[in-house]
């Protein structure tokens, strides 16, 4: 992979990238106040287990058929999968951060260079969402799928590692040690992404949507979701 393209999937990853990705616990927050999360190896299980039922199922896989259509110019496919991830969040918390990191990352792509406005257009004229952004910004290096993959789940991996530092709570070796165990589930959960079509895509995940629900109500909370 060329240098520039490396750096360019290093800043997609970035939890510096101004779209408030730090902000969110997706339904973490909500675990620790149900008391279902408590220690630091169940805060790593309970990361892993969402990284393979969830990450891996759906936003992973529909981000490589998004790079994919992203390159193709197969606009009708790109509102297809916008679609998808607005239809399968399943509380409005889920969706809320979907759009809100979305439009932030387009903003963030009107920018800079990594895109086309044309693209950008595309994007814009629906409600954008995060997984469909990414992999706008993704297909415009010249990165191979697997690493644009690498990239997004390694971001995802490093907030929700700080979300545990900051609501279990624990210390910051503890987080590097979840951290480890996640980066060393990454691969798989890339493998089985890239396996999936729309048949064995999927988004049902009915505990951390009734958690969603309760989170949004929860009185005593530092994240949106």
């Not at 997984?131 to 690498?150: E, G, I, M, N, V």
């Not at 951390?208 to 109500?217: M, P």
């Amino acid at each position: 992979m060329q240098d520039s393209s490396l750096m360019q999937l290093m800043w997609l990853a970035s939890p510096a990238l101004p779209i408030g990705g730090f902000s969110y616990s997706e339904c973490l927050e909500a675990a620790v106040n149900a008391e279902l999360v408590t220690t630091e190896q169940e805060a790593s299980d309970w990361l892993v287990e969402q990284l393979h039922t969830t990450l891996a199922r759906a936003d992973l896989a529909v981000i490589a058929q998004a790079i994919a259509a992203w390159r193709a110019a197969d606009h009708a496919r790109i509102d297809e999968l916008n679609a998808w991830v607005l239809q399968t969040r399943e509380s409005s918390e889920l969706r809320a951060q979907a759009e809100q990191m979305g439009r932030s990352l387009l903003e963030w792509l009107r920018n800079h260079t990594t895109a086309t406005p044309s693209q950008i257009d595309v994007l814009a004229t629906q409600q954008p969402t995060y997984p469909l952004a990414f992999a706008l910004a993704a297909s415009a290096t010249a990165a191979p799928l697997r690493d644009c993959l690498l990239a997004y789940a390694f971001g995802w991996a490093e907030n929700m590692m700080q979300a545990a530092i900051k609501s279990v709570p624990l210390g910051q070796s503890a987080g590097q040690r979840i951290l480890s165990a996640l980066t060393a589930n990454i691969p798989a959960a890339i493998d089985h992404a890239i396996t999936l079509n729309d048949d064995s895509r999927q988004a049902f995940s009915p505990m951390l949507a009734i958690l969603s629900s309760q989170h949004e109500v929860q009185y005593s909370r530092l994240f949106r979701s």
